[in-house]
């Protein structure tokens, strides 16, 4: 509504925004009957390309794929201080890559995974931020990364391998954080592992439910390799996983009404994102009509200058604020289309720079005040949801960061011109200043840390960050002195022997 009234009375509006002026002919002439308007590129990308995966994602859930998932999970973060809290970052990770939708996400593993972080001990409002963070890493995971990596290859012509590939670095960084967090706050909070806690058992069902999982996704992999479309790699995915369901599920086989059930909400979530674009597409075509979008880069590049961090700093607000109550594709699509060429004209690359929209709108799901994961948790979880969304941002922190390591440091992306040099480099630099930076913030690195040495801590792990060789060995050395505990508690560990 504010783009159409935009196009219909621009020239009244102050000279920085100002514009001709449209007819409501000539505006619903482009917004409708054309094609850069409602029926434009990005509703043409998603009925071919991911309308596939959201019914992929639906037929996972009708076999039982989501929970066997979960309970592997489950098991392998039995014995981390984190427990369950850890078990749903690795499920929603997983899961959360296929499904497309980061509240879909939340609400389909939250309902298990949220119950069982609060018997763990931690409070309601960190449950339910820990769902939310989780599940909206999900779509910078790849090899899917909730489709968004085949809207991306399309808008910039790269092949979708090489986006992929770029994407895999920096997302293992963000879950990792979110594992050394969840770890930090359990020890301040002085959560062990519960020694009554139930044992989940894997049985042989889980293991072939788990090969409707694995299984469809080498199906993608392999495809997209080969050099067929997205849209082919889906089919083959979900007929895959459609005939292992009837031969490894008895549910399945014997519920015929569950297929209907899949094909009912793959039809709700289709109708949604569909919506959801075709108002992008109202947007996109205003833009067109009007040149808001150079004008807002204009913008960006006249107050940040050459500073190129500064004109990070805005686009990255103004990413987050775009992305707001928008699922990811829409969202990256407006970003693109606004800040696209302010960042292409500070230098960046277009993996780079596309990439760094992407992370923003993913993350602009859990930033208040829409923070739409957030809301979702809140009830499940039984918190406040600004006070969920608060503690999201907090777990998700370096997340926040990142991108503008990989901007400064495009070794981490794995692209053309990498050194092993340059990407080790980079890749030491943010696991201490990853570490560093949790423990200075929650004050916990194997016992209570003092106000000195978390704000010790916290200029070393900024440091890292900073792309400069003075700052980075000043960073190390203050690094270094802050480290000492770390050290002693190693020592402790491996000089103390308990007698048999």
């Not at 979708?160 to 590939?165: D, E, H, S």
């Not at 409707?212 to 050099?227: E, N």
């Not at 075509?285 to 961090?309: I, P, R, Y």
Request: aromatic share 10%; glycine share 10%.
């Amino acid at each position: 509504m504010v783009a159409l009234g935009y196009a219909l009375g621009g020239e009244h509006l102050p000279r920085a925004i100002r514009h001709a002026g449209f007819s409501l002919e000539a505006t619903i002439e482009v917004v409708w009957y054309s094609f850069n308007g409602v029926f434009g590129a990005p509703v043409a990308v998603v009925t071919a390309l991911i309308l596939i995966f959201v019914v992929f994602g639906a037929v996972l859930e009708a076999i039982g794929t989501g929970d066997a998932l979960l309970r592997v999970a489950q098991r392998a973060t039995a014995k981390t201080r984190g427990g369950p809290a850890h078990a749903a970052i690795f499920a929603s990770g997983l899961f959360g890559t296929l499904s497309g939708s980061t509240v879909a996400n939340v609400v389909g593993t939250g309902v298990f995974t949220m119950p069982m972080i609060k018997r763990h001990g931690f409070s309601a409002r960190f449950a339910g931020a820990v769902e939310s963070a989780a599940s909206s890493g999900g779509q910078i995971m790849p090899p899917v990364m909730g489709a968004v990596a085949f809207i991306m290859a399309d808008v910039t012509g790269i092949p979708y391998v090489k986006i992929a590939l770029a994407a895999l670095v920096p997302s293992l960084f963000y879950y990792a954080s979110l594992f050394v967090y969840v770890a930090v706050k359990a020890g301040r909070e002085g959560i062990r592992k519960a020694a009554d806690a139930p044992q989940v058992r894997i049985t042989a069902q889980d293991g072939w439910l788990m090969t409707g999982f694995v299984i469809p996704l080498a199906v993608i992999v392999g495809v997209l390799v080969a050099g067929r479309s997205p849209a082919i790699g889906g089919f083959w995915a979900t007929i895959s996983g459609l005939v292992i369901g009837f031969i490894v599920s008895p549910p399945f086989r014997r519920e015929p009404r569950r297929l209907l059930h899949a094909a009912v909400n793959a039809g709700k979530a289709s109708a949604v994102l569909l919506v959801a674009v075709g108002a992008v597409g109202v947007v996109i075509g205003v833009m067109n009509m009007t040149g808001l979008g150079l004008k807002f880069a204009n913008a960006v590049l006249s107050v940040s200058g050459e500073n190129l961090f500064l004109a990070l700093l805005l686009t990255m607000a103004a990413c987050l604020v775009l992305g707001m109550g928008m699922p990811t594709v829409p969202a990256y699509l407006i970003i693109v289309l606004v800040m696209g060429p302010a960042l292409s004209k500070m230098g960046i690359s277009i993996v780079a720079a596309h990439l760094f929209a992407v992370y923003y709108a993913v993350l602009s799901v859990i930033t208040p005040p829409v923070a739409l994961a957030a809301f979702a948790a809140a009830p499940i979880c039984g918190a406040p949801p600004f006070k969920v969304a608060v503690e999201s941002c907090k777990i998700a922190a370096v997340g926040f960061i990142i991108p503008y390591v990989f901007v400064y440091e495009p070794s981490l992306l794995i692209i053309d011109g990498v050194s092993a040099a340059g990407f080790a480099w980079a890749a030491l630099r943010l696991s201490l200043g990853l570490w560093l930076l949790t423990t200075g913030f929650e004050g916990w690195a194997f016992d209570r840390l003092g106000t000195l040495e978390r704000l010790m801590r916290s200029a070393a792990g900024f440091g890292l960050l900073i792309p400069e060789t003075i700052s980075s060995i000043a960073a190390l050395v203050l690094a270094a002195m802050a480290l000492r505990r770390e050290g002693a508690h190693v020592v402790r560990e491996f000089a103390v022997r308990k007698p048999v």
